[in-house]
């Protein structure tokens, strides 16, 4: 599926399921069948297709079959040293050899 972009959470991840339902409410939305997909679905205001896989994110490796998207953004959990509540952004991987 061509979109433009691809936003993608694992159902097992409470954070990103969080977020999905969250957007679900606030978008249209129509559901769609996705490769490997659990629950997908397309938003046609944002021309994105929203789908939840079973596997963790870590894992995501195979977004690339699920659709055809200028870039893809992984809903999921993140914690601060500090316990502070925040909301993060950062480029696919980690730099170093340990996550």
Known sequence: ??????????????AGLGIASELLK?????PVDAVRAVSAYYLPELDALLAGFEEDVLYFEFLDEVCDSSF?????????????????VHHPGNPMREA
């Open 1 to 14: 599926m061509r979109v433009s972009v691809c936003v993608a959470y694992s159902v097992k991840d409470p």
């Open 26 to 30: 606030l978008l249209e939305h129509k």
């Open 72 to 88: 893809h953004l992984v809903l999921s959990r993140h914690s601060s040293e500090a316990g502070i509540a925040s909301l993060t």
